[in-house]
């Protein structure tokens, strides 16, 4: 089992920047992929980013390549997800999420195994 806890959203002017934390306990965090979802209302949960367990191999959706950035600090069981350069379009609640996986498939949210309840974030035009 693994708790996961988002935090670090609010609401922010277009063009601002937000730094979420997803915080775990519970088994190693460190043997996990860890993933980024959000998910607007009305909308299915759409992929974010996506880090593997050691941090080295990292990928982004195409709407945030370039503005987002995942990083991970397994000493602390954290994974962060720095936002920049913030749109409307991003408002969501962002969840974080944990695999054992990381492959072609870490897009898929039903490759995840235990989730966080969500943090909002809202970006205002």
């Known amino acids: 089992q693994v708790q996961l806890v988002e935090s670090g959203g609010g609401l922010v002017q277009a063009g601002g920047s937000l730094r979420l934390s997803c915080a775990a306990s519970?088994?190693?965090?460190?043997?996990?992929?860890t993933g980024w979802f959000r998910q607007a209302p009305g909308k299915e949960r759409e992929f974010v980013s996506v880090?593997?367990?050691?941090?080295?191999?990292?990928n982004y959706a195409d709407s945030v390549k370039g503005r987002f950035t995942i990083s991970r600090d397994n000493a602390k069981n954290t994974v962060y997800l720095q936002m920049n350069s913030l749109k409307p379009e991003d408002t969501a609640v962002y969840h974080c999420?944990?695999?054992?996986?990381?492959?072609?498939?870490?897009?898929?949210?039903?490759?995840?195994?235990?989730w966080g309840q969500g943090t909002q974030v809202t970006v205002s035009s």
């Open positions: 999420a944990v695999s054992s996986y990381y492959g072609s498939r870490s897009r898929d949210p039903s490759r995840y195994d235990y």
């Open positions: 880090i593997r367990s050691s941090g080295v191999s990292t």
């Open positions: 519970g088994r190693t965090f460190s043997n996990y992929t």
